[in-house]
């Protein structure tokens, strides 16, 4: 699986959008971009996935740039409950049998300002 | 729908003593995994099943045991427990069709291995 970077920290704003960027320059063609959170204490939440199309669900939006290299998740009107850190993965999505688990990083801790 | 669920939320235990930890899904996934997270690490995986009666080394395999005899429970045991067996451990499951790389945890388990 590609290697991932991301900030270490980030501060925003209550109500503001938060930007959260991640670098995967050695992507494979068949590697998506997953994201996932996780709150203080609790379990890794999934929030979206995509491949090199734009994602957008209840959660958030996932913008892919064309040569796939970053991506940005973006969180449109955060909220305390958003504070967490949140993980960028890049793996093979799907397969025709078989699994494995999920590599997580140091992920970025997303700090929500009242 | 509960989706994952562990049991217990907590445990201590003496060296060499023990237990079996649960988890349970009702989102009819084939997949299931076990992971441990240290403080301030990410997670790794310990064992995974791809099915009702099939379980698979991950990472960290050492220690443990797994079983998965119905298709909505996977158990992790641990014969004699180690002070360096002290982690919180995370459940997750996932749909085939749904992509490897989606996959939803439970709320984990803590456990202290004095």
């Known amino acids: 699986d590609a290697k991932t970077t991301q900030p270490p920290s980030m501060d925003c704003a209550e109500g503001r959008a938060a930007n959260l960027p991640c670098n995967h320059s050695t992507i494979s063609g068949n590697e998506y971009v997953y994201w996932y959170r996780q709150i203080h204490s609790q379990g890794p939440q999934y929030i979206i996935h995509?491949?090199?199309n734009n994602e957008t669900n209840e959660m958030a939006s996932l913008i892919i740039t064309e040569d796939r290299k970053s991506s940005t998740l973006i969180l449109p009107h955060a909220t305390l409950r958003d504070t967490a850190v949140y993980y960028c993965?890049?793996?093979?999505?799907?397969?025709?049998?078989?699994?494995?688990?999920?590599?997580f990083g140091k992920g970025t801790h997303l700090i929500i300002q009242p | 729908n509960a989706g994952v669920t562990q049991t217990p939320k907590f445990r201590v235990l003496k060296t060499g003593q023990s237990m079996t930890l649960l988890c349970a899904q009702d989102m009819n996934h084939e997949y299931m995994y076990w992971y441990r997270q240290d403080p301030g690490m990410g997670l790794r995986l310990i064992h995974y099943?791809?099915?009702?009666?099939?379980?698979a080394k991950g990472e960290v395999p050492d220690g443990y045991n797994v079983s998965r005899l119905k298709k909505q429970n996977f158990l992790l045991g641990l014969e004699s427990a180690a002070p360096s067996q002290t982690s919180v451990y995370f459940c997750?499951?996932?749909?085939?069709?749904?992509?490897?790389?989606?996959?939803?945890f439970g709320p984990g388990t803590r456990l202290l291995v004095l």
């Open positions: 995509g491949l090199k």
């Open positions: 099943s791809v099915g009702e009666g099939t379980t």
């Open positions: 997750a499951s996932s749909y085939f069709l749904a992509g490897r790389g989606t996959q939803y």
């Open positions: 993965i890049v793996r093979v999505g799907y397969s025709g049998g078989g699994a494995d688990g999920l590599t």
